[in-house]
């Protein structure tokens, strides 16, 4: 484990005291949102809010499975990035991150496929998996043709993180595929839903995310399933046989009450055989990328090299 940005501490510490503060005029999420709650979070960006930024270069398409992605073709491109956007499986968008996943493409020469996969709780678990699955199992048979490349790397953020794991798994066990996707890049996600001890610990600062509203979205996502059920491997990949993944590189905040799943999920996905990079991001909180800080810049900068790379 690497702790990083310590010199940048005292900043991200009091960006997430500002953060804080300004709770009161930021949409409860709770355990139920109401639907002008959810109506209003998935038009307004993550962590936002305004609308998110839509950008020209990203297409809008209808792939096999009719699964809906927003798609970004740099002038060069050496290789495919799978994304899953993250919001709790609930909100977000695949068009509500245009302006960081073209700079992505264009920086590391990549062309972005991003899932917009259905969203709970219209379309609870296994809806969402099935759709990224949908959209890997396109790339592994056509990003050759499609793209120019058979070079394939995914990741997301929070529920994209894990939706990032699921696919993974799912390719392996429901079609034999493995290797296909060379990479993994897995920021600050959700593996375990039955809830890690610093998930249960984190109380409710009011922060991007909490005890509460981590608890709410995994009840709007997996409705009706008791703490045993969310166990499941194919819910809680922390729980999954793990052999046969890629490298990744695992990031979370030292602030964010997902650390423990980033910590437990580098180590055993370690133990499982594959190289993993695992950073811990000083005084973090969750879903710390989507706001204008120095480690924003630093962990996009990080992310790119290792997708570039990789």
């Known amino acids: 484990m690497t702790i990083t940005d310590e010199d940048c501490r005292a900043e991200t510490l009091a960006f997430n005291e500002q953060f804080e503060a300004g709770a009161a005029s930021r949409p409860a999420r709770g355990r139920a949102p109401s639907a002008a709650t959810l109506a209003l979070l998935r038009r307004n960006r993550l962590g936002g809010d305004r609308p998110p930024v839509r950008l020209p270069h990203g297409q809008d398409r209808v792939v096999e499975g009719g699964v ?25 968008s695949a068009g509500g ?31 969402g998996p099935d759709d990224c699955e949908a959209a890997a199992r396109w790339l592994v048979k056509g990003a050759v043709a499609e793209f120019g490349t058979e070079r394939l790397l995914i990741g997301g953020e929070s529920a994209g993180a894990h939706l990032s794991v699921v696919t993974l798994l799912r390719l392996r066990d429901r079609h034999s595929i493995t290797g296909a996707f060379r990479a993994a890049h897995l920021l600050f996600g959700p593996y375990d839903l039955s809830m890690t001890p610093s998930q249960r610990r984190f109380g409710s600062r009011q922060l991007l995310s909490n005890t509460d509203t981590l608890r709410g979205g995994y009840e709007l996502f997996t409705p009706g399933m008791g703490q045993e059920q969310r166990r499941s491997p194919e819910v809680s990949p922390l729980f999954a046989d793990l052999a046969g993944l890629p490298s990744a590189r695992i990031v979370v905040g030292s602030e964010d009450p997902l650390l423990d799943d980033s910590l437990f999920m580098a180590a055993r996905w370690q133990a499982a055989g594959a190289p993993v990079q695992l950073g811990v991001v ?24 290792f997708l570039a790379s990789a």
């Open 282 to 305: 000083a005084g973090a909180m969750h879903g710390f990328t989507l706001f204008p800080l120095t480690v924003t810049e630093r962990e996009l900068r990080r992310e790119r090299d």
């Open 97 to 127: 991150q245009d302006e960081r996943l073209w700079r992505l493409a264009e920086q590391a020469r990549l062309a972005v496929v991003s899932v917009d996969y259905r969203l709970a709780p219209e379309h609870p678990f296994p809806a």
């Open 68 to 92: 809906r992605v927003r798609v970004f073709v740099p002038g060069r491109v050496d290789g495919v990035y799978l994304h899953i956007h993250g919001g709790g499986w609930a909100f977000g």
